[in-house]
């Protein structure tokens, strides 16, 4: 049962233009949520977080955005660069779990020049 | 510069054989973590360390073992009861008070015929 889920496998965006990539839970008990960016054969990179007591975070050209009624977040990626082109992980971790991060499958996103 | 090593990047080994992936930090983390990538699939949690001395078992610890002797190293053995031990291994660490901010080292791509 798949506690994170990114149900976009992959996404195409020209270059300049906006990326949105989407991640659900079901875990009400998820108080901090992460976005990790990884290229092929190489460990994924922190790139952003966000707690459940905020809806907003914002980093340069990169914005979470946290929906807790919904059980939703976004990253928002503006403009987008080829540069970006990765596959991206949402992640999750409970209140109390001493860091044990949930995953969800990574969304793979193409910015086109 | 500071930063997690993982060697080697590839691995082969034939089945039965049981196998140790090293990971070592000189980031004066205090956590350490050891996950699992397969095809298509998130990040699986197999063990973590909060302290020298002492780990804990993640998702899927079966057929896997851990030592922390040393602050700065956390191997891994993939032992012959894995059923399916054919797959990317990634080695994280975080501080104390930002266990969620993991930072992963490059990835051991560990195939088993």
């Known amino acids: 049962d798949q506690q994170v889920k990114q149900n976009s496998p992959s996404l195409s965006v020209q270059e300049g233009r906006i990326s949105i990539l989407n991640c659900d839970y079901t875990n009400s008990m998820f108080d901090y949520f992460l976005w990790y960016k990884k290229y092929p054969a190489e460990g994924p990179t922190f790139l952003i977080s966000i707690s459940s007591i905020k809806d907003k975070n914002e980093d340069g050209r990169f914005t979470v955005f946290l929906n807790k009624s919904a059980k939703h977040l976004s990253l928002h990626i503006v403009p987008s660069q080829p540069g970006d082109s990765a596959v991206y992980f949402c992640a999750a971790s409970a209140r109390g779990s001493q860091g044990n991060l949930i995953f969800g499958k990574g969304t793979k996103l193409s910015v086109k020049p | 510069d500071g930063g997690i090593t993982q060697s080697p990047k590839y691995l082969f080994r034939k089945e039965g054989q049981n196998v140790t992936l090293s990971c070592e930090q000189n980031l004066n983390h205090d956590a350490m973590y050891w996950y699992r990538q397969d095809p298509g699939q998130g990040l699986r949690l197999i063990y973590y360390s909060q302290i020298v001395n002492d780990f804990q078992k993640g998702d899927i610890a079966e057929g896997y073992s851990v030592s922390r002797e040393k602050k700065e190293s956390f191997p891994l053995t993939v032992t012959s009861a894995q059923k399916n031990p054919t797959a990317f291994y990634l080695c994280?660490?975080?501080?104390?008070?930002?266990?969620?901010?993991?930072?992963f080292g490059p990835g051991t791509r560990l195939t088993v015929t």
């Open positions: 994280a660490s975080s501080r104390s008070g930002r266990k969620y901010e993991q930072y």
